[in-house]
């Protein structure tokens, strides 16, 4: 087993598998990964969709909790994150969809050149093939993104309550501007209808090249420094069946460990608050307080309700399956078997909308938005002493701009045809037992909340990684603001109105935790809040924990993912490296981050110094 590569990938997820093949195609690069989990590409609960929640809380699964959660009633949250070859992106939802030009433009003028949305759109679209009912995915990229074909009404009744309410429905999903419904891909592949991602689109391409090496099962535990002339990353130290070596990297360590396992990696070896790290004995590399910090997701909340009763051709929701239903059951597989079409073979989520602040176009609205954003300016509740003032400005200024505009969204929807009920623990419900009711589900998605928190290590030892995750959700006060807005929209305008308030049943069942409607929310924000407080949870968005951003603004990385003070061989790439959080589900964009550090390393070789 050689013992030195040129590069060593630390974590075979959606980012690392991507740098890895990529990094490959320069046939005089020896690569490495070394990813925790096991390689399951075969196995059913990674391919098959309709399986997609099956991996979680197994040894495939960190299975991460947060700390208790004080806007939100003291409750913990639990937080899945694959441990197996593909990362989360080989167990999680399979909803394709790519952030905003605002966002990244955003994120180019913290002081990131080569990281607006030109640029990152340049890389991005090397990512996936899109085939839709009308188009098969033509050239493109590995990543196999698929719409289904429509086999229901909803998505027309989607469509035609929201254009009822006056917003687009047929903007182009990958877009970077959007305002109103879209229709968005699954990352599916179209022909097999089996989940398209990391370790089945890109890494078979690197797997058939000599230079390229990967061991599974093997836990990294810390970077190995040499700090006789400056910082230089020069391996890593590893565990795998018991027996703990290091493996030494000629050019550089790259952690694409993910948002909440790669500060934890930094942490670790040394680079992080000096205060922390001492405390725990951990000998100082780099002294940055910002490694862990900046930990932003997206809050949500969601509602089912029940569907009126007349069963009309083409209502049908997913319920009968959710309850085990055995006719069901067998029609949806042999429908999947035989024809790779049903339930089974997609997400049945795919219609969302991008909208903006509800009612910001009427005089009453925004004058409510502008007396809100002046009386919760400069909030200093998470603030603290971790977040550089000029980032804390940035951040305002830039949800402050989007909450003001009338194209730019600041909730995300999302629907589906069944019931989806998230419990206090934030895991997934079952459905009642018994009825035969059905349910559509509308989700609200705060999208790019102000509310920072941290991830932390609580131990030095690697094995026993005690983590302390606060994603500090609704901490700062103008987030429930919004989404409450957002919230009472869902409940009391968007349920009732057009082809959805028709099917939706007005004083029928609804998910625990949502008073009895109808119109339950109108003109009381406070209800709202209240609902939000017992029933919000996070989604699985986790970003910004490496930052990349100027280093007085709190950023660990620069727009070259290299590690602050590390003089050579040390770059973040994965979702931790976003400054500011996506405005929809993150696995797009990590695949274009991928790409486009892909593209910084490969240019960096051209300009390096030998030796
Ligand atoms: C349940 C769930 C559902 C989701 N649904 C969606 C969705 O529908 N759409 C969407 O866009 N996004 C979704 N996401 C988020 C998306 O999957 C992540 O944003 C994305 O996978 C992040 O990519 P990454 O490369 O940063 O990390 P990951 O893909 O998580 O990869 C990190 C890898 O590093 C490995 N690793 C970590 N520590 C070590 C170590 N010490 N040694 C060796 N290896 C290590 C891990 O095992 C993992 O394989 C979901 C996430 C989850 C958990
Ligand atoms: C990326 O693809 C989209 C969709 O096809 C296209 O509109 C956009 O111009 C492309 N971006 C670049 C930079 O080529
Ligand atoms: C997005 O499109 C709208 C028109 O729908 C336009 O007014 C706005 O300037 C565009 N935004 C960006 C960032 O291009
Ligand atoms: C913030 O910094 C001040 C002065 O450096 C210090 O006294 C205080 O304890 C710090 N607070 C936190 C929460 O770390
Ligand atoms: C850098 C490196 O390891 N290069 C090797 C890549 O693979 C070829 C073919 O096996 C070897 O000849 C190179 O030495």
Known sequence: MASEFDFIIVGGGCAG???????????????????????LTADPRVNVPAMWTQLQGTSADWSFKTVPQK??????????????????????GMNFVVTSKANLDAWSELGNPGWDWESFSKAFNKTYSLTTPSKHGEKGGPIQVTIPDEDSKWPEAWRDTWAGLGFPVDNNPMSGNITGAVTYPDSIDPTTKTRSFSGNAYLPSASSRPNFTLWTATLVNKIVFDTSDGIVATGVQYTKDGATKTVSARKEVILSA??????????????????????????????????GENLQNHPFCAISFETVDDSEEGYDTIDSLSRGDTAALGAAMEAYTT??????????CNQMAHIPVPGITTPQVRHELTQLLESTKHSQVNIGN????????AHESFVHSLLNSATEASGYYLSLPGWAYYAPDGNLGPIPAGGSERYFTIAVILSHPLSRGSVHITTSSPSDPHLAIDPNYLSHPLDIEILARHAQFLESTLATSGLLGERLKLDGKRS??????????????????????????????????????????????DPELKVYSVKRGLRVCDASIMPLTTRGNPMATVYGIAERGAEIIKASLQTQVPG
């Open 339 to 348: 024809k790779k079409t049903g339930p089974f073979s997609k997400t049945n």
């Open 386 to 393: 971790k977040t550089a003032p000029a980032f804390a400005k």
């Open 512 to 557: 625990p935790g949502a008073p009895p409607g109808p119109w339950a929310f109108e003109g009381d924000l406070d209800t709202v809040q209240k609902f939000l407080r017992e029933t919000a949870t996070g989604a699985m968005h986790y970003t910004g924990t490496c930052s990349m951003m100027p280093r007085g603004m709190g950023g660990v990385v």
């Open 258 to 291: 993910g948002t909440i396992n790669s500060p934890k990696i930094l942490e670790l070896s040394g680079i992080g608050d000096a205060a922390l790290l001492r405390s725990l004995g951990i000998d100082v590399v780099v002294d940055n307080p910002h490694v």
């Open 71 to 92: 806007e939100l009633g003291g409750r913990e949250l639990s937080l899945p994150q694959g441990r197996l070859l593909g990362g989360s992106g080989a167990l999680n």
């Open 17 to 39: 598998l991507v740098l890895a093949t990529r990094l490959t195609e320069d046939p005089s690069l020896s690569v490495l990964v070394i990813e925790a989990g096991e390689d």
